[in-house]
């Protein structure tokens, strides 16, 4: 029974720095029970139709209940309007009005912006005057660019300089169940560790890196390194994945992310559960390290 309950673990966690995220002095070692009420702010949502096929809770009503239902305070959301369309101001507008329309705040727009289009920079002005979004959601796969590319270093400044959240999504779904016309490789991360130690006030959160990267701990380690950069859990796997990543980088900032409704949140929650987590660390996951961020923009 025991070896069945850890493969039930596994496969429900397999999709799937900071305030602190060692255990302070006194604090218990094992695993902490998660705090109760609405304190989780989820960094990877998305809203609209995924442009390959429908996703369950694809619906913002019912993807909203979903998330209240886990206690979901606040959820960084992108639209994914944003990876074939090439108006970004439509998009972006079509994204803060279904934000807006949940009515309880829960949804926070994070518009996207396509450095290699026309009129990019009028994009992230209305992002952050006319949407008053706390950042932006980049998708260099989707959008043609490295991130060794001017244009990007060139964005990566005017975000910062309007104090702007810039999370960059390294990959938005496994290359082997990509359809065959629109295989994409992820985007490397390895240029941030050379162009963010000239941009101190960056923020970046790195969205979905576990999935392509996690094996190399020596990129792991020299982006978490750095200050600016923070990663999101959900595709962390493996039963105790978190607490083993937490033990083996210590300077990594992990924020809390589902990335729903591509994912099913239950991963991301069972992944908090499972792993042996004190309370600090939990706190800090859950939305310590994410209301740092939004405090700072």
Known sequence: ????????????????RSLSQAAGPGEPSGHAPEPAGEDLIDSNVYLSRWPYRR???????????????????RAWTGSFDALLHRDMSAVNA????????EGTGLFVPF??????????????????????????RLHPDFHGYGLDAPRFARLME???ARGLIVQIALGMEDPRTQ????????PHPGPLADLLPNMPGAKVVLLNFFRAYGYNRVLLVRLSSLPQVSFDMATVEGVGGVRELLESVATVRLLFGSYSPFYNFDSSRLKL?????GAGQLAAIRHGNASALLQSS
Request: charged fraction near 25%.
């Open 158 to 160: 005017l975000a910062g």
């Open 55 to 73: 996703l369950s809770n694809d619906e913002p009503s019912r993807l909203a209940r979903l998330l209240k239902r886990n206690g979901v305070s």
């Open 1 to 16: 029974m025991k070896k069945a309950a850890l493969v039930a673990a596994a496969a429900a966690a397999g999709h799937s």
């Open 94 to 101: 079509r994204l803060a009005e279904e934000c807006s329309a």
């Open 273 to 277: 559960q499972e792993s042996e987590l």
């Open 179 to 186: 359809p065959p016309s629109a295989t994409l490789a992820p």
């Open 111 to 136: 518009g996207a912006v396509n450095p290699m289009l026309p009129g990019w920079e009028e994009d992230l002005r209305r992002c952050h005057e006319v949407h008053r979004m706390p950042g932006i």
